[in-house]
């Protein structure tokens, strides 16, 4: 899956500039215009190629796109993609958004804690666009939205993309095998488990009850029961999170049993 295919940022070397304000240095590389723009084009767009973002861009030159694609790659926010897509030159060679790219677009779109002012037209596009690099969520996002919870699923995806690196490959914050996993947990299981306050070693920014207004629980873990695939997840990450407490559980009780014979 190519969101899992380049699961960290590699950082870049920068010179800090007097005066000028970094506020997303902590969670991305900080990107020249060129290569905002270029990875700008290719989430809301799709796959392309230098010449294909030199058009788009209306760069000047070639060479700003394919310096600037090839800057993207280094870092994990595109990916070079093995088949060319139909009816294009064959011997093109063709970049795609990552997840971590998808993520760093969209979190440019949310970057207001007021919903009011997110582009949720534009969120909506990226989330169809790339469904299958994030199929539980990006998948989702119409369904979602069918069923009143247009405004969780955006609060959500805001701390996903806020708190991107602790859903890393590498990072053990959240139980899962992978990136998406990772996110699937915190997105669907954290908000039932904290909002009943089973869970209390997770950052409350990440876990809290974002996105539910009264009763919004309710529907969420309805909605959820009635999709047969965030269902099957939900199921095997609860069995999976039950064997965890219950192993803790043991231990604890051995070791009780221990000190007071």
């Not at 020249?32 to 290719?42: F, V």
């Not at 058009?55 to 870092?75: D, I, P, Q, V």
């Not at 873990?221 to 219950?246: H, N, P, Q, S, W």
Request: charged share 30%; with cysteine.
């Amino acid at each position: 899956m190519i969101g899992d295919a380049a699961g960290v940022i590699k950082p870049r070397s920068i010179k800090i500039k007097r005066g000028r304000s970094y506020p997303n240095l902590r969670l991305y590389p900080v990107l020249t215009e060129s290569e905002e723009k270029i990875l700008e084009k290719l989430v809301e767009t799709g796959p392309a190629s230098a010449y294909g973002i030199k058009k788009n861009a209306r760069f000047t030159s070639y060479n700003l796109a394919h310096s600037g694609l090839r800057a993207l790659e280094y870092m994990g926010l595109v990916v070079r993609l093995e088949k060319t897509p139909e009816e294009a030159r064959l011997d093109a060679i063709f970049h795609d958004a990552t997840l971590n790219g998808v993520l760093y677009i969209i979190q440019k779109k949310i970057i207001s804690a007021d919903t009011g002012v997110w582009e949720k037209k534009g969120i909506t596009k990226i989330a169809c666009n790339h469904k299958l690099k994030l199929p539980l969520v990006f998948g989702k996002w119409e369904y979602l939205r069918s069923r009143g919870l247009e405004e969780t699923a955006l609060s959500r995806l805001k701390i996903v993309a806020d708190n991107r690196p602790n859903f890393e490959d590498g990072r053990r914050m959240f139980p899962g095998r992978s990136m998406t996993e990772r996110i699937y947990w915190m997105f669907y299981v954290l908000p039932i488990l904290s909002w009943n306050n089973v869970v209390g070693d997770f950052d409350d920014h990440v876990v809290g009850g974002a996105g539910f207004a009264d009763g919004g629980l309710d529907n969420w873990k309805k909605a959820c029961k009635e999709d047969e695939e965030i269902r099957a997840f939900m199921v095997g990450a609860f069995k999976d999170y039950k064997t965890r407490l219950e192993s803790g559980f043991h231990l604890v009780n051995q070791t009780l049993q221990f000190m007071l014979e």
